[in-house]
């Protein structure tokens, strides 16, 4: 499948939080790893300090099978950022620049709506230095809680929240619905 993705002219990015995988991925071409882990995964700053590929760190509380089990703060947004802060400075002693990062809270990732809504409120506050901040609420259960829709009917909630998270801030937005939210981009 990558193969063939970097066929394209496009940016291909992979999600991965495992070294291995993305060793492979950036060797094959892959232009961004989006890491759920943050980077904090053995290894995986030293498989992306021997490339050029750009690393999305994510935030994530606790583990893909449990994050969402009892997530709990005493203040999400210095947490989150405090996190986020923590692995640049990590990427940047591993010799990753600055010029290769972007920063995502992770909304979803181990949050209640409650501290998803704090996050995209505040999300100016989540900056670290002048990084890029990327935000992905495209049909995420959040959008579900606020809207009542199913998965499959999100999209106008979806464009919506991209749109409210340009507005706060965010440099790059992760979406399903490419088109509708370009036009509404667009319009703003």
Known sequence: VLERLLELDTIVSLDTRKPA????????????????????????????AECDAALCLMHMQGEPRTMQAAPRYHDVVAEVQGFLAGQVAACRGAGIGDQRLLVDP?????????????LLRELAALRVDDLPLLVGLSRKGMIGAVTGRELGRRSAGS??????AVQ??????????????ADALECW
């Open 21 to 48: 995988v993305a060793a492979r991925a950036v060797a094959m071409g892959v232009h961004m790893v989006n890491d759920i882990a943050g980077g904090r995964a053995p290894g995986m700053l030293e498989v992306l």
């Open 106 to 118: 992770g909304f979803g990732f181990g949050k209640t709506l409650e501290h998803n809504l704090t």
């Open 159 to 164: 464009v919506a929240g991209a749109l409210l």
């Open 168 to 181: 706060r801030g965010a440099n790059v937005v992760r979406v399903h619905d490419v088109a509708e939210t």
